[in-house]
Protein backbone atom coordinates (compact mmCIF):
# COMPACT_ATOMS: atom_id res chain seq x y z
CA UNK A 1 0.00 0.00 0.00
CA UNK A 2 1.35 3.67 -1.40
CA UNK A 3 0.82 6.71 0.38
CA UNK A 4 0.74 10.38 -1.13
CA UNK A 5 0.08 13.60 0.01
CA UNK A 6 -2.89 15.38 -1.95
CA UNK A 7 -2.68 19.02 -2.75
CA UNK A 8 -3.02 21.21 0.33
CA UNK A 9 -3.11 18.46 2.17
CA UNK A 10 -1.31 15.92 4.54
CA UNK A 11 -3.72 13.16 3.77
CA UNK A 12 -2.23 9.87 2.60
CA UNK A 13 -3.57 8.26 -0.43
CA UNK A 14 -2.59 4.73 -2.29
CA UNK A 15 -1.02 6.45 -5.42
CA UNK A 16 2.68 6.36 -4.35
CA UNK A 17 5.16 5.01 -1.46
CA UNK A 18 5.64 5.52 2.11
CA UNK A 19 9.37 6.68 1.03
CA UNK A 20 8.05 9.32 -1.57
CA UNK A 21 5.64 10.68 0.98
CA UNK A 22 8.66 11.28 3.66
CA UNK A 23 11.09 11.94 0.85
CA UNK A 24 8.53 15.25 -0.56
CA UNK A 25 8.16 16.24 3.40
CA UNK A 26 12.27 15.89 4.61
CA UNK A 27 13.25 17.71 1.07
CA UNK A 28 10.72 20.60 1.48
CA UNK A 29 12.13 21.04 5.07
CA UNK A 30 15.75 20.83 3.87
CA UNK A 31 15.21 23.68 1.37
CA UNK A 32 13.16 26.15 3.70
CA UNK A 33 15.82 26.05 6.56
CA UNK A 34 18.69 25.92 3.69
CA UNK A 35 20.25 22.63 5.25
CA UNK A 36 23.01 21.66 3.67
CA UNK A 37 23.18 17.70 3.85
CA UNK A 38 24.43 15.18 1.76
CA UNK A 39 21.73 13.08 -0.32
CA UNK A 40 22.50 9.90 1.60
CA UNK A 41 22.00 12.08 4.67
CA UNK A 42 18.90 13.02 3.84
CA UNK A 43 17.58 9.66 2.62
CA UNK A 44 18.52 8.11 5.81
CA UNK A 45 16.19 10.47 7.69
CA UNK A 46 13.44 9.39 5.43
CA UNK A 47 14.27 5.97 6.00
CA UNK A 48 14.54 6.55 9.99
CA UNK A 49 10.88 8.23 9.06
CA UNK A 50 9.35 4.90 7.77
CA UNK A 51 10.89 2.94 10.62
CA UNK A 52 9.67 4.22 13.64
CA UNK A 53 6.10 5.62 12.38
CA UNK A 54 5.33 1.97 11.00
CA UNK A 55 6.63 -0.11 13.53
CA UNK A 56 7.26 -0.74 17.19
CA UNK A 57 11.23 -0.19 16.68
CA UNK A 58 11.22 2.42 19.67
CA UNK A 59 10.34 -0.41 21.75
CA UNK A 60 11.91 -3.48 22.84
CA UNK A 61 10.38 -6.72 24.13
CA UNK A 62 10.49 -7.56 28.04
CA UNK A 63 10.67 -11.22 28.99
CA UNK A 64 6.74 -11.47 29.30
CA UNK A 65 6.68 -10.67 25.56
CA UNK A 66 4.92 -6.73 26.44
CA UNK A 67 7.06 -3.57 24.78
CA UNK A 68 8.60 -1.48 27.12
CA UNK A 69 10.85 1.66 26.39
CA UNK A 70 14.65 1.89 27.60
CA UNK A 71 15.65 5.18 29.23
CA UNK A 72 18.00 6.48 26.05
CA UNK A 73 20.69 6.62 29.05
CA UNK A 74 20.59 2.73 29.13
CA UNK A 75 20.89 1.97 25.67
CA UNK A 76 23.82 4.46 25.25
CA UNK A 77 25.73 2.87 28.43
CA UNK A 78 24.96 -0.67 26.60
CA UNK A 79 26.67 0.82 23.61
CA UNK A 80 29.75 1.72 25.61
CA UNK A 81 30.21 -1.50 27.27
CA UNK A 82 29.75 -3.67 23.77
CA UNK A 83 32.97 -5.55 23.80
CA UNK A 84 33.30 -5.71 20.27
CA UNK A 85 33.18 -2.52 17.26
CA UNK A 86 30.69 -3.78 15.27
CA UNK A 87 28.02 -4.62 17.80
CA UNK A 88 28.77 -1.42 19.30
CA UNK A 89 27.99 0.83 16.14
CA UNK A 90 24.82 -0.90 15.75
CA UNK A 91 24.41 -0.11 19.26
CA UNK A 92 26.00 3.60 18.71
CA UNK A 93 23.73 4.61 15.76
CA UNK A 94 20.15 3.10 17.08
CA UNK A 95 20.88 5.48 20.28
CA UNK A 96 21.27 8.34 17.06
CA UNK A 97 17.94 6.85 15.75
CA UNK A 98 15.89 7.29 18.48
CA UNK A 99 16.94 9.85 19.97
CA UNK A 100 16.66 11.78 16.37
CA UNK A 101 13.39 10.86 16.43
CA UNK A 102 12.16 11.54 19.71
CA UNK A 103 13.91 14.98 19.82
CA UNK A 104 12.50 15.82 16.17
CA UNK A 105 9.09 14.27 15.84
CA UNK A 106 8.05 14.43 19.48
CA UNK A 107 9.78 17.71 20.41
CA UNK A 108 6.78 19.04 22.08
CA UNK A 109 6.13 15.84 24.21
CA UNK A 110 9.13 16.02 25.35
CA UNK A 111 8.67 19.77 26.37
CA UNK A 112 5.34 18.72 27.94
CA UNK A 113 6.72 16.10 30.13
CA UNK A 114 9.58 18.40 31.26
CA UNK A 115 12.32 17.08 29.48
CA UNK A 116 15.50 18.46 28.04
CA UNK A 117 15.11 18.32 24.45
CA UNK A 118 18.95 19.24 24.38
CA UNK A 119 19.72 16.06 26.32
CA UNK A 120 18.78 14.15 23.49
CA UNK A 121 20.36 16.34 21.09
CA UNK A 122 23.57 15.90 22.70
CA UNK A 123 23.37 12.25 23.48
CA UNK A 124 22.12 11.32 19.99
CA UNK A 125 24.91 12.96 18.17
CA UNK A 126 27.76 12.03 20.32
CA UNK A 127 25.91 8.55 19.80
CA UNK A 128 26.29 8.98 15.51
CA UNK A 129 29.39 10.42 16.00
CA UNK A 130 30.64 7.17 18.18
CA UNK A 131 28.77 4.84 15.13
CA UNK A 132 31.40 6.76 12.63
CA UNK A 133 34.67 6.10 14.54
CA UNK A 134 33.71 2.26 14.68
CA UNK A 135 32.56 1.93 11.16
CA UNK A 136 34.78 0.15 8.57
CA UNK A 137 33.20 1.71 5.31
CA UNK A 138 34.13 5.30 4.30
CA UNK A 139 30.41 5.39 3.04
CA UNK A 140 28.97 4.62 6.68
CA UNK A 141 31.75 6.92 8.52
CA UNK A 142 30.78 9.91 6.56
CA UNK A 143 27.11 9.38 6.98
CA UNK A 144 27.17 8.73 10.80
CA UNK A 145 29.85 11.76 11.22
CA UNK A 146 27.32 14.60 9.25
CA UNK A 147 24.62 13.01 11.18
CA UNK A 148 26.54 13.52 14.66
CA UNK A 149 27.93 16.99 13.22
CA UNK A 150 24.38 18.07 11.90
CA UNK A 151 22.03 16.85 14.60
CA UNK A 152 20.44 19.91 15.63
CA UNK A 153 19.66 20.97 12.59
CA UNK A 154 18.29 17.45 10.99
CA UNK A 155 15.83 17.31 14.91
CA UNK A 156 14.56 20.76 13.24
CA UNK A 157 13.84 18.39 9.73
CA UNK A 158 12.02 15.93 11.84
CA UNK A 159 9.92 18.88 13.68
CA UNK A 160 8.99 20.83 10.80
CA UNK A 161 7.74 16.86 9.00
CA UNK A 162 5.86 16.77 12.39
CA UNK A 163 4.19 20.20 12.19
CA UNK A 164 3.62 19.09 8.49
CA UNK A 165 1.55 15.94 9.45
CA UNK A 166 0.04 17.28 12.65
CA UNK A 167 -1.20 20.70 11.84
CA UNK A 168 -3.69 21.73 14.85
CA UNK A 169 -2.77 23.01 17.41
CA UNK A 170 -4.11 24.11 20.83
CA UNK A 171 -3.29 26.79 23.82
CA UNK A 172 -1.04 24.33 25.68
CA UNK A 173 0.93 23.38 22.05
CA UNK A 174 1.87 27.11 21.87
CA UNK A 175 2.69 27.19 24.97
CA UNK A 176 5.14 23.96 24.92
CA UNK A 177 6.59 25.62 21.45
CA UNK A 178 7.48 28.61 23.21
CA UNK A 179 8.61 27.04 26.13
CA UNK A 180 10.86 24.94 23.26
CA UNK A 181 12.24 28.14 21.97
CA UNK A 182 12.90 29.64 25.53
CA UNK A 183 15.27 26.34 25.83
CA UNK A 184 16.73 26.22 22.38
CA UNK A 185 16.51 29.60 20.38
CA UNK A 186 15.58 27.84 17.60
CA UNK A 187 14.83 29.96 14.62
CA UNK A 188 12.44 27.10 12.85
CA UNK A 189 10.31 27.18 16.37
CA UNK A 190 10.50 30.98 16.55
CA UNK A 191 9.43 31.09 12.81
CA UNK A 192 6.38 28.43 13.88
CA UNK A 193 5.53 31.37 16.75
CA UNK A 194 5.44 34.05 14.66
CA UNK A 195 3.04 32.22 11.71
CA UNK A 196 0.69 31.85 14.91
CA UNK A 197 1.05 35.94 15.78
CA UNK A 198 3.57 34.99 18.60
CA UNK A 199 6.54 37.59 17.74
CA UNK A 200 9.74 36.40 19.68
CA UNK A 201 11.97 39.08 17.87
CA UNK A 202 12.66 41.03 20.34
CA UNK A 203 13.31 38.99 22.93
CA UNK A 204 16.72 37.94 24.65
CA UNK A 205 17.54 34.64 21.94
CA UNK A 206 18.45 32.09 24.43
CA UNK A 207 19.92 30.27 22.17
CA UNK A 208 22.75 32.95 20.91
CA UNK A 209 25.17 31.79 23.90
CA UNK A 210 24.79 28.06 22.20
CA UNK A 211 25.21 26.88 18.87
CA UNK A 212 21.80 27.44 16.92
CA UNK A 213 19.82 24.01 16.33
Known sequence: MGIQEKP???????DATPDSFFFELVRNAVERQKVRLQPETEFYVVKLLKRFIFSDALYSKSSDGSLQEQ???FLYKEALEAEAHPEQKVLFQNVGDISLFKAGFFSESLSRANLDINYYIGLGGSAYLNAAQ???EKHFRSLFS???DQFGKCVNILSEVSEATTPTRTEQDLLRLYDIWSNTGSERVARTLSKTGIRVDN???PGSSRKKQ
Request: aromatic fraction near 0%.
Open 146 to 148: ELG
Open 134 to 136: RSD
Open 8 to 14: GSCALTL
Open 71 to 73: PIA
Open 203 to 205: LPN
